[in-house]
């Protein structure tokens, strides 16, 4: 039986791979200490996510308590696996700005040299392994603020006749421009992922996304959009928008979507192609359209206040579902459901606020 490691695998991206491979016959071998209940304290944990996918998938998902900056205690797992793995998908990760500034030093380690040490024991054990790793759009730091933009009631919106009307290509540049601290460990890792391809003819693929969002999301304040909003707006919470007048827009994509991108990606590796993987303009939404979204899904009004404290981010960040994806992964065309509308996202969240207590804790 072919084996898939999978970095972060009680996260939100990580969790949705470990069922979808499971599903696809594959053994599941999941390496995660819940770094996020770290970073962001308890009402981020994800150790719910781990004991359902424990509980659901049995013999089929094999947990890991370790730390990935640990490469001794990795290479050992991967060691143990040798012969069969056929698949490494990289999740974990340290996922905000914010936090970021506050431990530079852990953000990079985690971010950075973590990346680096699933990538060696890659190399060391399984060098012709599939390696996926999931980047994202901040890597591209903050050069849409340079994109032309129009003020309309509820959002920003880029000039029609400008060449990334219909998103953000791969081919804008990540050099020369204000990344964050969390963007700059994250371009680091990007960077190593394409070197280990390109220099060791490794097939990795590095995909790009922006606000990842689905059921499976632990959200809290510093990360997790639209899971974190439709908490609040569940129950009752208060919620506070910051800066650009609450018209700042993403792109959203539900997990499945992305997992189904790293399932064709599988079944027709490249060497170090870059994908952005990203709602583009079917599946977007501006702070004050999602707030709207979400009184229409509860019915009620939200407990969200506007502070005038403007953060060092981009108003407006809609990337493309990627040429290259189009191109190199034909049948994503017809079989993949990417990307679905932030309103339909927003009702999954609903939906499992209404069936986890974990995630209605305050």
């Not at 852990?106 to 392994?129: C, H, I, W, Y």
């Not at 996304?209 to 919470?237: D, I, R, V, W």
Request: aromatic fraction near 10%; hydrophobic fraction near 35%.
């Amino acid at each position: 039986m072919s084996t898939v490691i999978i970095t972060g695998s009680a996260g939100l991206i990580g969790s949705e791979a470990s069922l979808f491979f499971a599903e696809q016959g594959f053994n599941v071998v999941g390496i995660d200490n819940n770094m996020r209940s770290v970073f962001f304290g308890a009402e981020a944990s994800t150790q719910w996510q781990r004991e359902r996918l424990q509980e659901k998938l049995a013999a089929k998902y094999t947990h890991y308590d370790i730390d990935i900056r640990n490469y001794d205690a990795l290479k050992e797992v991967f060691t143990k696996y040798a012969g069969d793995i056929a698949l490494i998908i990289h999740t974990a990760a340290q996922p905000s700005h914010d936090w970021a500034a506050r431990d530079p030093h852990m953000d990079f380690s985690v971010n950075a040299n973590g990346t680096l040490n699933v990538l060696e024991a890659t190399r060391q054990v399984a060098p012709k392994a599939v390696f996926i790793f999931t980047s994202t759009n901040k890597v591209y730091g903050d050069t849409p603020n340079r994109l032309p933009l129009n003020e309309l009631e509820l959002r920003w919106e880029i000039d029609p006749s400008h060449t990334y009307n219909t998103g953000i290509r791969e081919d804008m540049s990540i050099d020369q421009t204000l990344h964050s601290l969390f963007g700059a460990s994250k371009v680091a890792a990007d960077v190593l992922v394409q070197e280990y391809g390109r220099y060791f003819d490794i097939q990795t693929g590095i995909f790009r996304g922006g606000c990842l969002t689905g059921p499976n999301h632990s959200g809290t304040q510093l990360h997790g959009f639209l899971a974190y909003l439709m908490k609040c707006a569940a129950t009752g919470s208060p919620y506070t928008v910051f800066g650009y007048k609450g018209k700042q827009v993403r792109d959203n994509i539900h997990s499945a979507d992305l997992i189904a991108m790293f399932y064709e990606f599988f079944k027709a590796p490249r060497i170090a192609e870059v994908y952005n993987a990203g709602g583009g303009r079917f599946s977007n939404c501006s702070m004050l359209e999602a707030i709207n979204l979400c009184q229409e899904i509860t019915g009620r009004e939200m407990n969200w206040t506007y502070s005038r404290e403007q953060p060092r981010r981009r108003p407006y960040l809609v990337c493309q579902r990627s040429r290259q994806i189009r191109v190199a992964l034909p049948r994503l065309q017809a079989e993949v459901r990417c990307p679905r509308h932030p309103g339909r996202n927003l009702q999954l969240q609903q939906r499992t606020l209404g069936r986890s207590r974990h995630q209605l804790k305050t």
